[in-house]
């Protein structure tokens, strides 16, 4: 029998100073938005951290309201409303989110030793909350976005993540298919790759795993039950 891991990571992003990782419901929901019960939430999100070996709290929370504003992070917050997206070149500072079909994308500079992390689905794809988070890092820290490494986690694919007209035509044709009928499918993992890309990045990894097709993944189109999972961005 093959066991549901815990956390998922991009092997690619591995570095001793640098901690990332993406819960499965193995550690169940990490999301209290539409949690009938803190207790077993904040429970799995201490389970979350401890299986990637931090100790903080609390999580510095991505507030998520699907739009491209990202925050500078000096020390541990709770959460941080009205952002996408955060940045930190702080120990001791876990940058949090949460998900269900839209994608995680961590951000890792070694040289300069500062990460970010953004919530994008498609509002925020289109604003360009990636491309944002490269800036910020950019104009914070002093990044060179050839220097940044990214990594974008499990979300909805380009063959289930299904949209109508009036989302597809937003964008690029490179990322869009004809669906069922009048719907059309949409990339958002090639789309936010090519935004990096074009923001200077030559090292954007995708991890590959739809959260629609996986069962140890919440997917708000499979289930929409409010279940999330999380990712977390920190530096070691
Ligand atoms: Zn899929």
Redesign the pocket.
């Known amino acids: 029998m093959i066991q549901t891991p815990h956390v998922l990571k991009i092997d690619k992003l591995d570095d001793p100073a640098f901690v990332h990782g993406f819960s499965t419901i193995a550690l169940g929901s990490v999301g209290l938005t539409h949690a009938p019960d803190p207790v077993p939430v904040l429970a799995s999100r201490r389970a979350f951290a401890r299986a990637l070996n931090i100790e903080v709290e609390p999580f510095t929370t991505v507030g998520a309201v699907h739009g491209s504003a990202v925050a500078r992070v000096d020390e541990p917050l709770d959460v941080v409303q009205g952002v996408d997206g955060l940045i930190t070149d702080q120990r001791g500072v876990a940058l949090f989110a949460t998900f269900a079909d839209c994608y995680p994308i961590v951000l890792w500079d070694p040289n300069r030793r500062c990460a970010g992390l953004a919530h994008a689905g498609w509002r925020g794809t289109m604003a360009g909350v990636a491309k944002v988070a490269v800036k910020a890092m950019h104009d914070e820290f002093g990044s060179a976005p050839a220097d940044i490494r990214a990594g974008i986690g499990p979300g ?6 299904e949209v109508g007209g009036e989302v597809a035509s937003q964008f690029d044709a490179r990322f869009v298919t004809p669906g069922a009928g009048d719907r059309f499918l949409l990339d958002l993992a090639a789309a936010n790759r090519a935004e990096l890309e074009e923001a200077g990045l030559s090292e954007v990894h995708v991890l590959g795993i ?5 069962d140890f993944l919440p997917s708000h189109r499979r289930t929409p039950d409010g279940t999330r999972f999380g990712a977390i961005v920190a530096l070691r």
């Open positions: 909805i694919c380009g063959r289930c993540y739809c959260t629609k097709e996986s």
